[in-house]
């Protein structure tokens, strides 16, 4: 491997979110991890049609601030964010 053929580092990987609506509608977001959440949560108002004040993001049961990565929350490939 040569100089300029670097492994991408852990934090440029992406992973795969899934955002499960109070309707039971599913999106799905591929995410870096050191991505803010406040990224996701517009992305998923606008495919909603609603202000993004009006719902609420939980991962494990706690809400999820804008300024939150998933890295910071631990999170993993696959894990949700429940939407109420």
Not at 15 to 34: I, Y
Not at 40 to 68: I, K, P, Y
Request: overall charge negative.
């Amino acid at each position: 491997m040569s100089d300029q053929e670097a492994k991408p580092s852990a934090e440029d990987l992406r992973d795969k979110k899934e955002v499960t609506g109070h309707h039971s509608s599913e999106s799905h977001f591929k995410v870096k991890m050191t991505t803010h959440l406040k990224k996701l949560q517009e992305s998923c108002c606008q495919r909603q049609c609603v202000a993004m004040n009006s719902l609420w993001f939980l991962f494990e049961g706690q809400r999820t601030a804008d300024n939150h990565t998933p890295k910071e929350l631990g999170m993993e490939e696959e894990d949700e964010i429940d939407v109420y």
